[in-house]
């Protein structure tokens, strides 16, 4: 069993920055790959970025240079730093977690998903 708190969300101007946090509780934390992804309203959930259980990370085009995640096992705590947000950023950001160490973009092979945390760019 996992569990997962996203914050950190908020309005900000674009441009500017803002960093997600990912509490994680359960089992074997640092084994798993972790994802975010996003929702913007009428739209897909989507991919944004992965970090596998060996800690190397991916990012879907869209944000590459812009975002980076990361991991705190220490912690069992994932992170997203977002700088240079633009408005096509504005969406439900969700944490979500893998029983495995694989990183994937596929929304359907993650087992475990928070509740999600509203970040709002204002133009």
């Known amino acids: 069993q996992v569990q997962l708190v996203e914050s950190g969300g908020g309005l900000v101007q674009a441009g500017g920055s803002l960093r997600l946090s990912c509490a994680a509780s359960g089992r074997t934390f640092s084994n798993y790959a972790m994802g975010w992804f996003r929702q913007a309203p009428g739209k897909e959930r989507e991919f944004v970025a992965s970090?596998?259980?060996?800690?190397?990370?991916y990012y879907a085009d869209s944000v590459k240079g812009r975002f980076t995640i990361s991991r705190d096992n220490a912690k069992n705590t994932v992170y997203l730093q977002m700088n240079s947000l633009n408005s096509e950023d504005t969406a439900i950001y969700y944490c979500?977690?893998?029983?495995?160490?694989?990183?994937?973009?596929?929304?359907?092979?993650?087992?475990?998903w928070g509740q999600g945390t509203q970040v709002t760019v204002s133009s």
């Open positions: 979500a977690s893998r029983r495995s160490g694989v990183w994937t973009a596929a929304i359907s092979l993650y087992n475990y």
């Open positions: 970090i596998s259980g060996g800690g190397t990370t």
